[in-house]
């Protein structure tokens, strides 16, 4: 029964989530399933223009950079309808005609040369009745590993044509976003929740950021919520060059902390490569695309680099556990990253996507699990920091705040004119505590002072703020209070203390007087102190002269 209690929300959501599935299950009527229709391939027999042979689709042609490829087909009896061609661009200009009409022509720097080629899916329309006509399309890439690359083409309904970009693609979309959140979330916690002093986990997650707009870029699917081919063709090399950067941050303030001049010039360089490879684009010296070898080949010397600096960590400090851990996951890292840029050199560009999904789960195993740690480690060091405030700032006997806490509160209301104009002090002396320390013990003499502290705290306390100074001395601090209802308070103080001395074998009594701020006298807090102080000895004298 116990158990059942501890665990009654987990069970009981259980259990109506089986009779809910029970329930579908038995009550099934008709089939109501959402069918996703793919897009349909058109592969096969197209014929080259230049050599007057057959072949199937995807295929690639040994062609010079620049060179047009034209390749035809002629169009099934499916055409009788209209349909939507979709073809891929690989860094291409597509022209497409039916019947020798050209019904669809896309140069993507027609507008603008510093425009970036990219890769592009292009929806064209074909009319009702085309069966039976040639299809023939036109590529061309200044880019010499594109030219001649043929990728697949495929036509159907609109919807359908997109449900295939998903279903073929839509895994490397699913990683990036995930990647995305996950990076946002790690960013928002660090910067806004866990609120810990140098808390450097939000350079992971701008890596996780950084990391999955290259992921998504890759994927294949942005063009289906951007529209600007700028946008399209650059995110991925914009990504790709600083990606360094967080990461190098991260571990200058953290793991290898010995060599922060090397990674101050780490982050220089990547960022001067970021800038470089925008100023070669937008005055056509090197297009994106011819540039990234450089930022490739950046990459793997700084992999390099760092791989060198954790063995020398390692080295200086072989019992450092966290330049261990780092070195584990960086190899991973580093060897994955081997194979996709071996991939683009050996321009298999479909592998890529494949690495980089390997990339992405493990970086977000290893940045999800890193973090709970360091979450897990930052919640016992607030929890420990809080501690220790309280402890610097309370009063262990009493719960009061202590001296310290006065003397940055009234400094802190010195510091502000309209608050200091306003100000009154409170100062109080238990009467005789070492005499009923002496007859009655120092236990009673501490509980007395923590019924005084009490009685000042319900009646005073309600005015400002009070403070144990020390031993049985304490202090109040008003703004804005007026001598009315001070002297309200007052009155009811000193009948708690006839209340209270009813029935004890000890009478409590306390001496204490307040002082008003002064221009002219109170230049700094201690002048404000010393009168206050000045007037409680005055109703202690009062007290020795009466008693």
């Given at each position: ?526 002048d404000l102190v010393k009168r206050a102080d000045q007037k409680m000895y005055l109703d202690k004298e009062k007290y020795r002269t009466n008693k």
């Amino acid at each position: 029964m116990k158990t059942f209690f501890r665990y009654r929300t987990l069970i009981i959501s259980v259990l109506i989530l089986s009779v809910f599935i029970s329930l579908g299950l038995v009550y099934q009527y008709g089939e109501h399933k959402l069918e996703i229709t793919d897009a349909y391939p058109l592969s096969e027999g197209w014929k080259d223009h230049a050599t007057n042979t057959y072949f199937d689709l995807p295929y690639d042609f040994n062609l010079e950079a620049g060179e047009t490829h034209g390749f035809s087909l002629i169009l099934p009896e499916t055409f009788k309808h209209p349909q939507y061609l979709l073809i891929r661009g690989s860094l291409q200009d597509v022209v497409v005609a039916i019947g020798g009409n050209i019904i669809y022509a896309h140069d993507l720097r027609e507008e603008n040369p510093s425009i970036p080629y990219a890769s592009l899916w292009h929806y064209i329309p074909v009319p009702a009745d085309s069966d039976g006509l040639e299809l023939t399309v036109f590529l061309s890439t200044p880019f010499e590993a594109m030219s001649g690359k043929v990728n697949e083409i495929y036509y159907g309904a609109y919807n359908d044509l997109n449900a295939h970009i998903f279903i073929d693609y839509g895994r490397g979309l699913l990683v990036g976003l995930l990647t995305l959140i996950l990076g946002l979330i790690i960013s928002f916690i660090s910067l806004f929740v866990d609120k810990i002093k140098n808390n450097d986990v939000v350079y992971l997650g701008l890596f996780a950021i950084v990391l999955s707009l290259w992921i998504i870029s890759e994927s294949r699917t942005l063009q289906i919520f951007v529209d600007s081919q700028y946008m399209i063709g650059a995110l991925s090399y914009y990504a790709l060059a600083l990606l360094p950067i967080p990461i190098a941050v991260y571990l200058k303030r953290n793991i290898l902390s010995d060599y922060v001049k090397v990674f101050h010039g780490i982050i220089v360089y990547s960022f001067s490569l970021f800038i470089g490879i925008i100023l070669l684009q937008h005055f056509n010296v090197l297009g994106f695309f011819e540039s990234v070898i450089l930022t490739q080949l950046s990459l793997i010397l700084l992999a390099l680099l760092v791989f060198v600096l954790l063995v020398l960590n390692l080295k200086r400090h072989p019992r450092h556990q966290a330049t261990k851990t780092f070195m584990l996951y960086f190899v991973i890292f580093a060897i994955i990253g081997f194979m996709e840029f071996a991939s683009f050199l050996f321009e298999d560009f479909d592998l890529i996507s494949v690495f980089v999904q390997g990339i992405v789960v493990i970086f977000m195993i290893v940045l999800f699990s890193r973090y709970i740690m360091i979450l897990n480690r930052n919640y016992h060091i607030r929890i420990e920091r809080e501690t220790l405030e309280k402890m610097a700032y309370i009063d262990r006997l009493t719960g009061s705040k202590n001296r310290h806490a006065f003397e940055e509160d009234l400094d802190l209301l010195f510091s502000h004119p309209q608050s200091k104009k306003q100000l009154k002090m409170l100062y109080f002396d238990f009467n005789d505590l070492k005499t009923i320390n002496d007859n009655f013990g120092h236990d009673v003499g501490d509980q007395m002072i923590i019924d005084g502290y009490q009685m000042i705290e319900k009646t005073f306390g309600e005015l400002g703020k009070c403070y144990r100074i020390g031993g049985d001395e304490f202090s109040c601090i008003f703004v804005g209070v007026t001598n009315k209802l001070y002297q309200q308070q007052s009155v009811l103080f000193n009948e708690m203390v006839d209340a209270y001395n009813k029935d004890r074998p000890y009478q409590f009594s306390v001496s204490y007087g307040i002082a008003a701020y002064q221009q002219d006298r109170d230049i700094k807090p201690k002048d404000l102190v010393k009168r206050a102080d000045q007037k409680m000895y005055l109703d202690k004298e009062k007290y020795r002269t009466n008693k």
